[in-house]
Nanobody, 121 residues
Framework: QVQLVESGGGLVQAGGSLRLSCAAS????????MGWFRQAPGKEREFVAS???????YYAESVKGRFTISRDNAKNTVYLQMNSLKPEDTAVYYC???????????????WGQGTQVTVSS
């Protein structure tokens, strides 16, 4: 089992920045690909970014160049730095862990409870 706890969400104006953190406990953190997903009201949960144990990253086109995913294996923590935020980035952001990664929610076995990000215009 892997337990994931997100933090760092909040309310920010368009153009602002936030950094989300996800603290992991349980099984060896470095064995997992870590991902960030988000879900806006009335929409399906969508992929945002992922990072492998060695630091290989993937991003959704909608956040490329604005968001940066990183991980600190010594601290069992993954981060999502979000810059140049837009109102359409408003969603609940979820951290997830997978043994093989990918873009689909079904690839991720472990999920956090989510943290709300609201971007005002």
């Amino acid at each position: 089992q892997v337990q994931l706890v997100e933090s760092g969400g909040g309310l920010v104006q368009a153009g602002g920045s936030l950094r989300l953190s996800c603290a992991a406990s349980g099984r060896t953190f470095s064995n997992y690909v870590m991902g960030w997903f988000r879900q806006a009201p009335g929409k399906e949960r969508e992929f945002v970014a992922s990072i492998s144990w060695s630091g290989i990253t993937y991003y959704a086109e909608s956040v490329k160049g604005r968001f940066t995913i990183s991980r600190d294996n010594a601290k069992n923590t993954v981060y999502l730095q979000m810059n140049s935020l837009k109102p359409e980035d408003t969603a609940v952001y979820y951290c997830a862990a997978s043994t093989n990664g990918g873009l689909y929610t079904g690839n991720y076995a472990y999920w956090g409870q989510g943290t709300q990000v609201t971007v005002s215009s």
